[in-house]
């Protein structure tokens, strides 16, 4: 007998229909002999609804009560959507039970809206599953030692999925989407776009944290971790589908040394909108000024993705960096009140209007020219570099949010995306 992780996006719980197809997809595995585990996202929209409304009361600089009270208002999301899917399934005569992230219970710190999990107790989960239970657990939170509920940001609920199956040792975790797999770049930018069978933990890690909002970052970092065989497929596949072909669809996660990994020198192109520079102009040139800037930035919970340092003038230099949109208000009020005055440096930019492209393959390992080929690409399209970030098997740029869907078109045709590897 199998342990098997479902999760399901938003979009696959957004009606009563669709939670009544959940539901009789997860009571087939069921019946199929496997002990199944299931962590569904909220209904679609409803956590931004929510968000909403407590946007129109907060107060003009939120406080970290208000952050609390934001995380108990945007879990109860996913409650709801646990709830009605354990209903639709004792309606199929399969017994089930639903639970919160803190009754599991899903240790966090408490970072709120933005916690990490630490510990995850599965007795309780154990217990129901060792009679027959399909066990639901609510994605997207957990508990702190004071006994708040915490929140894992968007997305957390694939975080949450790929948690619960490493803490059980499960045999797989499948990953149900509104999408068929994860694709060389986004079908509706490159309608071309094609559906990879297998992509490396690698390559995945690299395309979520550059922009593919196929699987959430730290999901990938857990399923890498802890070795969990991680797969992406469509819940809008019928429900009936037979399922030892359902379970070899959509994309597996798998890991570098697999005999039949796709070999392509460059295997997706991922992107962001989200991003946003920052630039400290006039900062003195010294050692431990950049410790200064990302030291302050980081105290106050905001990752930091790509720097830029230019080349020293009269003892001055400018530093740039990149954030999420939603900390730039954030963390441009933060430089301007209490990182500025401490450094001397003349003032601080920002510019919302950026987006970053990248490319992403583990070939680029052994592989020359691949950088170059980009730079070309970009280059013959008129299109400017702003900064550039670069590990082993990807390359990223940040460019004018206006050239995004220019420049992704043009990578996918100039390294023959379209065509499956040999």
């Not at 946007?55 to 009560?65: Q, S, V, Y």
């Not at 952050?67 to 899917?85: F, H, I, K, N, P």
């Not at 963390?331 to 920002?350: F, N, R, Y």
Request: proline share 3%.
């Amino acid at each position: 007998m199998s342990l098997i992780v479902h999760k399901y996006g938003g979009t696959s719980m957004g009606s009563t229909e669709r939670i009544s197809n959940v539901a009789k997809r997860v009571a087939k595995w069921a019946r199929a002999g496997h002990q199944m585990v299931v962590v569904p996202s909220a209904m679609s929209g409803e956590t931004n609804r929510l968000l909403a409304l407590a946007k129109e009361l907060a107060p003009a600089k939120p406080t970290d009560a208000y952050y609390r009270e934001l995380d108990m208002l945007a879990a109860t999301g996913e409650q709801a959507s646990s709830a009605l899917l354990a209903i639709a399934l004792q309606a199929l005569g399969m017994e089930s039970v639903s639970y919160a992230g803190w009754q599991v219970p899903i240790r966090t710190d408490s970072a709120y809206t933005k916690a990490r999990i630490e510990s995850i107790d599965d007795a309780r989960v154990r217990a129901d599953l060792a009679v027959g239970k399909v066990v639901i657990v609510t994605g997207f939170q957990g508990i702190d030692d004071l006994g708040h509920i915490t929140t894992l940001g968007r997305g957390g609920s694939d975080t949450s999925a790929v948690a619960v199956a490493a803490a059980m040792m499960a045999d797989e975790c499948l990953i149900y989407t509104d999408v068929d797999g994860v694709y060389t770049t986004d079908p509706r930018i490159v309608p071309e776009a094609r559906r990879l069978s297998t992509v490396s933990f690698e390559e995945m890690l690299e395309m979520a944290s550059m922009g593919s909002k196929v699987l959430q970052i730290r999901s990938v970092e857990f399923a890498g971790k802890y070795k969990v065989k991680l797969r992406v497929l469509s819940s809008f596949t019928p429900w009936d589908i037979d399922i030892n072909q359902e379970a070899k669809s959509g994309t597996l996660i798998t890991f570098e040394e697999d005999e039949n990994m796709e070999q392509a020198i460059v295997s997706g192109i991922a992107f962001s909108r989200d991003e946003t520079k920052i630039s400290v102009l006039g900062v003195p040139d010294k050692p431990g000024i950049a410790y200064q800037i990302l030291g302050a930035v980081a105290d106050a919970n905001v990752e930091v993705d790509m720097i830029i340092q230019n080349i020293s003038k009269d003892g001055k230099t400018d530093f740039s960096f990149t954030v999420n949109h939603s900390d730039y208000a954030k963390t441009i009020d933060l430089l301007k009140s209490q990182v500025l005055p401490k450094l001397g440096a003349m003032e601080v930019v920002g510019d919302t209007k950026i987006c970053k492209v990248s490319i992403v393959g583990i070939g680029m390992r052994s592989h020359v020219g691949v950088a170059s080929t980009m730079f070309r690409t970009l280059s013959e399209e008129g299109i400017n570099i702003q900064m550039i970030s670069t590990s082993e098997i990807k390359t990223s740029v940040v460019i004018d949010e206006k050239y995004m869907e220019l420049a992704v078109k043009a990578l996918h045709q100039a390294f023959k995306l379209e065509q499956a590897a040999p």
